[in-house]
């Protein structure tokens, strides 16, 4: 089956005042249609620019440096301005994070939705309406006829959400980025919402890149997973294999901050945590960028960068430690 | 919204009443007596005094406020002293003029601005940016009698295209004109209003265009202007529909600010165009010491000033969903 998105080989750069430097380096994976691929990471891991880049969307003062995005087998990086807008919305689209932000406040969600749909579908105002009306149904908006008429500001935070993901939804594309669509939420709220997009993903067979810094949600939506750290992939496989037997340290520290149920009653502990601090892009050393924080660095972490390479069928990591194994 | 804009022209009275006030004071407290000014420099002292009393300005100064406000209360403004007509006859007369300079004057000042705005902040840091920065930076600085002296060199005096002073046909009579097939009318009246509408609005122009250009920067960066792009919309679009839209925000409640620059601008406008309106008249009433007169086109400047300011805030709410007036 050929993949609704392949990444390969992606370099980002931010242009800041003393030259470039890389926010994302060789990043690779690849998606088919009905899969859900996490990318996990703390803040500031580039796991967001991964996203922006997924839609050309990045910042002006990023870019990316080199690589090659295909979308059904068609070379986006490479598209001319229109052929591209022509693709943004339709084929790929994008949950936003904060959606009281991401929403225009001057207009309507049904003008928003509606939007969307005359633009790639050619169609009426009041045909593209009906069809905001109808996404807005699909979220489960309560009242979808009356919403559409509201502004952002006239809704909850979930039901905001839901606005957001209906626009996404809008032109049913074959790939759905959703970058922490959870995290300006209500914890109870967080469970439906991604519910939700689980749901409607399966429903209409799209390909989704979930972007995250909760384990709990990769759990719970992802079928396999991609670690980040600095910038850089340093694990990636199944969602099983992640939560079974993590290979990278870094993976494994992450697990160990992340309290389980029951577990305090058996045999109480600390929460783990990662000493140190994620190491500033632009200062990079020519080692494993998690080497200062690692419990079991060797000299050799610090001088080398290990290769991302496949430790088990299936189960890739970039870390010295397992290269025997 | 009704029993909003009720409320907001019920506060029209005390503003009304505290600009008297304050108006008279500063008449009280500058030099000058209308007068000597009416009788002239070779009047006897006696003659000064007897017309000091007929016109009612040797009355302590709370029975001279007590009396005009007693006279305001039933809509009368006084009788001009110089000109032996009512004040307000008079002012109607010559409001016109001034709210047409005005108006046309604003809708130069947004058309330039917003145009000159919008285009440097899309093209940030080019040629196109910079040179509409530098022509914010003169329309600033340079003054509108200085300005309006050097349109008039060039565009009257130099290229004979326009006239250098005084106003065609009323625009609104000329309009009707123009469609009852005398369009040399409507032309005429463009041909005279066209320089001192310039010079006038050159100062607001630049500082509308700073204004639009720094506000459309900051929303350009705003998330939802990521989201139009995503939804694959193209640039043009979302620039007008989603960045432009919320741009203006700010940008309106200072255009209402400049209504009132105008109508002070026009004092020195009208006079340098020989434009027959309240400015020109403001100047001539403060020069006799036309003390009833002066009051009244105060009164009626703070009025417009008021009212345009309602508009305003009406427009906004209108614009933006999020504002509810109450």
């Known amino acids: 089956m050929e993949p609704a998105l392949a990444v390969s080989n992606l370099n980002v750069e931010i242009l800041g005042e003393n030259g470039a430097f890389p926010v994302v380096s060789e990043m690779s994976f690849s998606v088919n249609p009905g899969q859900t691929i996490c990318i996990v990471g703390e803040s500031g891991c580039g796991k967001s620019m991964t996203a922006l880049s997924l839609l050309r969307l990045l910042p002006e003062s990023a870019r990316v440096a080199s690589g090659s995005i295909k979308i059904h087998g068609e070379e986006f990086l490479a598209m001319d301005q229109r052929k591209m807008e022509d693709f943004r919305g339709d084929k790929i689209a994008m949950i936003f994070q904060e959606p009281l932000t991401a929403l225009n406040p001057v207009l309507t969600i049904g003008e928003q939705i509606s939007e969307s749909v005359r633009q790639h579908r050619n169609a009426g105002k009041r045909e593209a309406f009906a069809r905001a009306v109808k996404c807005l149904e699909l979220v489960q908006m309560p009242d979808p006829e009356r919403r559409a008429r509201q502004y952002p500001h006239e809704l909850s935070g979930g039901m905001r959400q839901r606005a957001m993901i209906a626009l996404a939804l809008a032109c049913e594309p074959k790939i759905i980025i959703a970058d922490e669509p959870t995290t300006a939420l209500d914890v109870t709220v967080q469970a439906q919402i991604l519910g939700l997009i689980s749901d409607l993903q399966k429903r209409l067979g799209m390909a989704q890149i979930l972007i995250t810094h909760d384990l709990g949600v990769v759990a719970e939506t992802a079928d396999r997973v991609i670690v980040m750290y600095a910038g850089r992939r340093v694990e990636e496989c199944s969602v099983y294999e992640l939560f079974d037997n993590p290979l990278h340290p870094y993976t494994v520290g992450l697990m160990g901050a992340v309290p389980h149920r029951g577990e305090a009653a058996a045999s109480p502990r600390r929460l783990a945590d990662i000493p140190g601090t994620v190491p500033a892009l632009w200062d990079l050393s020519k080692g494993c960028a998690f080497a200062p924080r690692c419990p079991g660095a060797s000299s050799r972490c610090f001088e080398e960068r290990p290769p991302f390479t496949e430790k088990k069928p299936g189960h890739f990591a970039a870390c010295w430690e397992h290269d025997h194994a | ?326």
């Not at chain 2, 009275?13 to 600009?19: E, N, Q, V």
């Not at chain 2, 008079?90 to 000042?109: H, S």
């Not at chain 2, 960045?243 to 006079?271: C, D, H, K, Q, Y």
């Open chain 2, 1 to 326: 919204m009704i029993a909003y804009i009720a409320r907001r022209l019920l506060l029209l009275i005390p503003m009304a009443l505290g600009m008297v006030v304050v108006t008279f004071g500063l008449l009280l407290l500058i030099p000058g007596d209308p007068a000597s000014v009416l009788l002239g420099q070779e009047a006897s002292p006696d003659a000064i005094n007897n017309l000091r009393n007929t016109l009612g300005l040797n009355d302590p100064w709370y029975i001279r406020l007590g009396v005009y406000f007693m006279h305001l209360l039933q809509g009368d403004m006084g009788r001009s002293i110089f000109q032996n007509q009512a004040v307000s006859e008079i002012i109607v007369g010559r409001l016109g003029a001034t709210i047409e300079l005005a108006i046309v004057a604003l809708i130069f000042a947004c058309l330039i601005g917003i145009t000159l705005g919008v285009i440097a902040a899309t093209r940030q840091g080019s040629l196109i940016d910079t040179i509409s920065m530098v022509f914010a930076q003169l329309g600033v600085s340079m003054p509108v009698y200085w300005l309006g002296l050097l349109l008039m060199l060039l565009f009257a005096v130099t290229l004979g295209w326009l006239p250098a002073i005084g106003r065609g046909t009323p625009l609104l009579q000329a309009t009707a004109a123009a469609l009852t097939g005398q369009p040399h009318v409507l032309l005429d009246s463009f041909a005279h209003i066209l320089l001192p509408a310039l010079a006038l609005a050159a100062n607001s122009a630049a500082i509308i265009s700073r204004l639009v250009r720094a506000s459309m920067l900051e929303v350009l960066r705003e998330d939802f202007v990521r989201t139009a792009y995503a939804k694959g919309l193209r640039r043009q679009r979302v620039i007008i529909r989603h960045a432009f839209r919320n741009a203006l925000l700010p940008v309106l409640s200072v255009i209402g600010l400049r209504f009132g620059a105008l109508l002070g601008g026009a004092v020195l406008t009208e006079t340098i165009f020989a434009w027959p309106g309240l400015g020109q008249l403001t100047i001539t009433a403060i020069s006799q010491r036309d003390l009833p007169l002066i009051q009244g086109i105060v009164l009626t400047f703070a009025i417009i000033f008021a009212l345009v300011n309602l508009v305003v805030d009406l427009l906004y709410a209108a614009v933006d969903p999020r504002i509810r007036l109450g």
